[in-house]
Nanobody
Framework: QGQLVESGGGLVQTGGSLRLSCVAS????????MGWFRQAPGKEREFVAY????????YYADSVKGRFTISRDDTKNTVYLQMDSLKPEDTAVYYC????????????????WGQGTQVTVAS
């Protein structure tokens, strides 16, 4: 069984930046599509960003496009989410996940999830 562990969350002011990391253990992320999702209190988990195993093929939710950047380092078995120009509405628990099959923007397409890391953006 593999495991995904997120880190890098915290409290930041509006306009600030954070870099989230997701380290996989017990399994390789090479050739795996990896996604970031987030869940705010009282809301459903929503898609944020996705990277195919092919370098450069990335996709973003409209709400974060131009502000967030997903990247991966397969040699470190790690996926990153660089978050810039943060807004209060970005406040949520952020999860990384490994895609099994299906549409990348749907949670049911993923079979491994991390425990999440809290991001809070103060206004």
């Amino acid at each position: 069984q593999g495991q995904l562990v997120e880190s890098g969350g915290g409290l930041v002011q509006t306009g600030g930046s954070l870099r989230l990391s997701c380290v996989a253990s017990g399994r390789s992320i090479a050739y795996a599509g990896m996604g970031w999702f987030r869940q705010a209190p009282g809301k459903e988990r929503e898609f944020v960003a996705y990277t195919y195993w092919i370098p450069g093929r990335t996709y973003y939710a409209d709400s974060v496009k131009g502000r967030f950047t997903i990247s991966r380092d397969d040699t470190k078995n790690t996926v990153y989410l660089q978050m810039d120009s943060l807004k209060p509405e970005d406040t949520a628990v952020y999860y990384c996940a490994s895609r099994r099959s299906g549409s990348y923007w749907i949670t049911s397409s993923y079979d491994y999830w991390g425990q999440g890391t809290q991001v809070t953006v103060a206004s």
